[in-house]
C-alpha cells in the first residue's frame, strides 16, 4: 500500500511519499505533525514524537529526500546543498535514515525561514 503525505508551509503544499522501512511505519502511526520549522542551509527539520534507534543511516541524501535524524528526533526535507555539502552533494549534519521522498519539486521549499509553521499530515482522497 502506498502512503502519502502532504507537506504545508506558507502556501506551499506538497506530497510525499513513504517508503516500506520501520521508520516510515513508525512515522505514518504518529501523524500528524504541526512544529516550528527550523533551517539548515536547504533543509528544513523539526521535532517530531518518535524516538527509534537509528538504522542504516545515510551520510548523503538526494534532493527531495525526507530522513529522520535520531540525535534530534527530527523530520528532516532535504531541497538543496547544507553547510556540510560539498560539491552539489546533500550532506546532513549527520547520518539520517531516509523514509521518503517529495513527489515534484521540493526546491519550492527554498523561501521557507526558520521559525514558520510547517503541518505534516497523511493525504485523505
Known amino acids: 500500500m502506498e ?20 521508520m516510515a511505519d513508525a512515522i ?20 517530531i514524537p518518535v524516538n ?9 541524501v538526494e534532493l527531495g ?4 535524524w535520531p540525535p534530534g528526533s527530527a523530520f ?5 546543498p547544507t553547510p ?6 546533500i550532506r546532513p ?4 535514515m531516509v523514509f521518503g521522498r517529495v513527489v515534484g519539486d521540493a526546491t519550492v521549499l527554498k523561501g521557507v525561514e526558520s521559525g514558520t509553521e510547517i503541518v505534516i499530515e497523511r493525504k485523505t482522497g
Not at 52 to 60: A, F, I, K, N, R
Open 3 to 22: 502512503r502519502t503525505i502532504t507537506i504545508k508551509v506558507n502556501n506551499i503544499e506538497l506530497d510525499a511519499i513513504l517508503n516500506n522501512s520501520s
Open 28 to 47: 505514518w502511526e504518529a501523524l500528524p505533525f504541526r512544529a516550528q520549522a527550523s533551517t539548515w542551509g536547504d533543509e528544513i527539520y523539526f521535532a
Open 52 to 60: 527509534l534507534e537509528p538504522e542504516q543511516g545515510q551520510d548523503v
Open 65 to 68: 529526500d525526507l530522513g529522520y
Open 76 to 80: 528532516c526535507i532535504f531541497f538543496g
Open 84 to 89: 556540510m555539502s560539498h560539491s552539489g552533494e
Open 93 to 96: 549534519a549527520s547520518a539520517v
